[in-house]
């Protein structure tokens, strides 16, 4: 068997493994105890997001970036062929994950971009399937992004699925509704416990723990919040109780007329949460203020009362 058709095979299998690995870990070790397996939203994010859209933009990306390449003839010069599938794999890892941490914070920043991006902050429960529920919009513009160069360079045809794998492997991982201390290790790694953070209903646009798989950007770029001791009192959109719960109506959401509210001058630079000290909390290239001792096991809970 060819290294595609292994990956072809290998990748659903890990995607499927992990999720059950996750689930179990969630029972047994919830950050967030009393969320339940089948919450709101579960048939959505699972069928509809997971499945179908998954599926149909998969098959639209993939399509585009044939075209692409039908045009521009790029994949024929082989930029990367010559490099190690690891290099290969290593080199378009780190670059889309500087993309995304930029992306990302932009989407924070402006209003347009937020219309692609609020669907994903609508899950007022966050658990291993919750970063999946991501607007169709945003997907088609960060897998266009990741996956086209690629292609485009020539990287070896399983470098995509492996990247893919590992997309979804991490993507559930820093959702997931597990109490993991990674200590030191968050500032080189993101986990549940920095992007729990980022979905916390408090600071809807206020903007820190852009990372999706490295936290360096944060580090280095001082967003990085890891408050001590305490939890995010809840998850979703800040104010936002009109915001559709189906499907269609968060695809459809991106596109209603937009409000001043949209436009003032508050909108995502906010950089006061209301929670004492919390400003404080504020790193730079120096570091988090986050000291806790390195364990990557699952344990007692951080005490603040909202649990
Ligand atoms: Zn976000
Ligand atoms: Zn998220």
Redo the contacts with the bound molecule.
């Keep these: 068997m060819s290294h595609l058709t292994d990956w072809a095979i290998l990748s659903p299998l890990a995607i499927a493994l992990s999720a059950l690995v996750y689930i179990a870990l969630e029972r047994r070790f919830p950050y967030d105890p009393g969320q339940q397996i089948f919450r709101k939203g579960w048939f959505d994010d699972f069928v509809l997001y997971t499945l179908v859209q998954s599926y149909v933009l998969g098959l639209a990306i993939n399509g585009l970036i044939a075209w692409i390449d039908g045009k521009s003839g790029l994949s024929r010069l082989h930029l990367v062929s010559g490099l190690p599938v690891w290099a290969q794999l290593a080199g378009f890892f780190v670059v889309h994950d500087f993309y995304i941490y930029w992306f990302h914070r932009l989407q924070h920043r402006n209003p347009v971009l937020w219309r692609t991006h609020e669907a ?2 609508s899950a007022e429960q ?1 658990d291993w399937l ?2 999946s529920r991501s607007h169709a919009l945003e997907i088609m513009i960060n897998q266009t992004i990741e996956f086209a160069p690629m292609v485009l360079l020539g990287a070896a045809p399983e470098v995509a699925l492996m990247k893919g794998t590992l997309d979804a492997v991490w993507g559930m991982f ?2 997931s509704n597990i109490d993991v201390r990674l200590g030191a290790l968050q500032r080189v790694i993101n986990g549940p416990e920095a ?1 729990r953070w ?2 916390s209903s408090r600071w809807r646009d206020h903007g820190f723990n852009y990372g999706t798989k490295l936290a360096i950007w944060d580090w280095m770029f001082g967003t990085l919040y890891l408050p001590e001791g305490r939890k995010p009192p809840g998850y979703g959109l800040l104010g936002e109780s009109t915001y559709p719960t189906s499907f269609l109506g968060q695809q459809l959401a991106a596109f209603r007329r937009f409000t001043k509210k949209d436009w003032s001058a508050e909108f995502g630079l906010d950089p006061r949460w209301n929670e004492p000290g919390a400003v404080q909390s504020l790193p730079r290239a120096t570091g988090s203020r986050r000291a806790a001792p390195l364990t990557l096991a699952a344990g007692s809970h951080r005490d603040d009362g909202t649990s």
Excluded: F, R
Aim: proline share 0%; net charge neutral.
């Design positions: 994903h902050h966050v919750a970063g820093i959702h992007h980022h979905h």
